[in-house]
């Protein structure tokens, strides 16, 4: 069993930066991949980014991709979702997730465990 904890979420103006952090309990978290979701009010779920057990491979939605950085610190349990340049539309809840086997990282369907999520608003 894996329980994870969202935290760094705030309000923060258009073109802040702000980072995200999933702490995971559980002795096996090294071996997990790791993503970020979020979901707007009135929208579905959608994929963020995500990273292997390895750190070998990372993906990205189109949305973000050069202004956010997943990472994670396998000696921490933790991993991070670091948002630069951050817009209006990155409004959303911000859900943690980790999949125990394979690398499917754009699939909801696919993780195992997910966080209780972190409020991020960006103000225009």
């Known amino acids: 069993q894996v329980q994870l904890v969202e935290s760094g979420g705030g309000l923060v103006q258009a073109g802040g930066s702000l980072r995200l952090s999933c702490a995971a309990s559980g002795r096996t978290f090294s071996s997990y991949t790791m993503a970020w979701f979020r979901q707007a009010p009135g929208k579905e779920r959608e994929f963020v980014a995500a990273?292997?057990?390895?750190?070998?491979?990372?993906a990205y939605a189109d949305s973000v991709k050069g202004r956010f950085t997943i990472s994670r610190d396998n000696a921490k349990n933790t991993a991070y979702l670091q948002m630069n340049s951050l817009k209006p539309e990155d409004t959303a809840v911000y859900y943690c997730?980790?999949?125990?086997?394979?690398?499917?990282?754009?699939?909801?369907?696919?993780?195992?465990?997910w966080g209780q999520g972190t409020q991020v608003t960006v103000s225009s």
């Open positions: 990273i292997s057990w390895s750190r070998d491979s990372t």
């Open positions: 997730a980790a999949d125990q086997a394979g690398w499917s990282p754009r699939k909801p369907a696919t993780y195992d465990y």
